[in-house]
């Protein structure tokens, strides 16, 4: 059942407020940072008959249309690629529906509706995306800084903008350190913003680039929040030539035909590219100093709940 109290009480309350006002600071403030590195805002894809496969998530948001399968999208991972055909820079605020499981409602950074701030580089390597990355969150802290004094107060937060370059660690060698769901005991362990690389290819989806030279791993990263926050961001290198890319979807079991659209532009050629994508509702959790991911957005649904 919607419970209309709780939604009404959440609303009108000045945490929700200040969340929000917050936010919109993080929204400008990165458009901003992203013109000024010649970068082009494109509009968002809410349905299409691909997106990511993101194998975990089993539950499919499909709709019909005109007899046609479109599927509701998981990441723009694919768009963004075949957007570089027409500008080499280019990103969007991206909605992303992903029906994760029941169990993830209290997980305090899970919402099966949420906005990525999705980014693609034509003809970048993973390094220049990271620096990037590193740039891009230095410049929205320093305006949250600027631009939202009595929020952070509110909330009780002190932030200060992290020095480039962020510390590194690979896949390997924090699994070694912290077992192997690290993130979380990687992020209490931190007090600045640190990357994860190099993920082995069974852990990830078929499109990050595999490194010829080392067989079985990635050139792909993540981010992680310092404090316990967890991932901020998720991207890398891709794989853009057609037999990598049908190889790399068969060895995880996919039938080609699921992705014979995409194939299609990538026979005719796709650019060499790197990405990544933010989740914005994270960052605004983070920055905010807040455990619950529902205090950062309207409308926010958690998984298992009915939510507007
Ligand atoms: N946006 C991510 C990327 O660029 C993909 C994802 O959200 N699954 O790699």
């Known amino acids: ?6 939604a009404l009480n959440l609303w009108r309350s000045e945490v929700l407020r200040r969340a929000l006002h917050l936010q919109s600071v993080v929204l400008d403030s990165s458009r901003e940072f992203l013109r000024n590195q010649g970068f082009i805002e494109i509009l968002p894809v809410i349905i299409s008959p691909i997106t ?3 194998t975990d998530h089993r539950v499919r948001g499909e709709v019909e ?13 694919f768009h963004k690629q075949m957007a570089l055909l027409s500008h080499p820079r280019i990103f969007c605020f991206s909605p992303n529906v992903r029906i994760e499981a029941v169990e993830r409602q209290n997980s305090g950074k899970h919402l099966i509706e949420f906005v990525q701030l999705d980014l693609e580089v034509r003809e970048a390597t993973r390094d220049e995306v990271m620096a990037l990355g590193e740039a891009l969150l230095r410049s929205i802290i320093q305006a949250v800084i600027e631009r939202c004094q009595p929020d952070l107060e509110f909330f009780g937060r002190k932030l200060v903008v992290p020095e480039s ?3 590194r660690i690979t896949y390997r060698e924090a699994e070694a350190k912290f077992g192997p769901d690290f ?3 990687l992020s209490r362990s ?3 913003p640190i990357w994860v690389i190099d993920f082995p290819i069974e852990g990830r989806e078929f499109y990050d680039r595999e490194d010829e030279d080392r067989p079985g791993t990635l050139v792909d990263m993540d981010l992680i929040y310092p404090e316990g926050y967890g991932e901020a961001l998720s991207g890398g290198e891709r794989e853009y030539q057609l037999e990598r890319i049908c190889h790399r979807i068969e060895q995880k079991g996919i039938q080609l035909e ?10 005719r050629g796709l650019y060499p590219s790197a990405g990544f ?4 509702e994270r960052l605004t959790r983070y920055l905010c100093g807040l455990r619950q991911i529902e205090l950062t957005r309207l409308f926010a649904k958690l998984p298992g709940q009915l939510s507007l």
């Open 52 to 54: 990511d496969p993101l």
């Open 65 to 77: 249309c005109y007899g046609f399968k479109y599927q509701i999208t998981k990441s723009m991972i």
């Open 165 to 167: 370059p962020f510390p």
């Open 183 to 185: 993130e979380e005991e």
């Open 1 to 6: 059942m919607f419970d209309v109290d709780r």
């Open 258 to 267: 699921a992705f014979a659209p995409y194939l299609e532009v990538a026979r």
């Open 190 to 192: 931190h007090h600045e």
């Open 277 to 280: 994508g933010l989740g914005i």
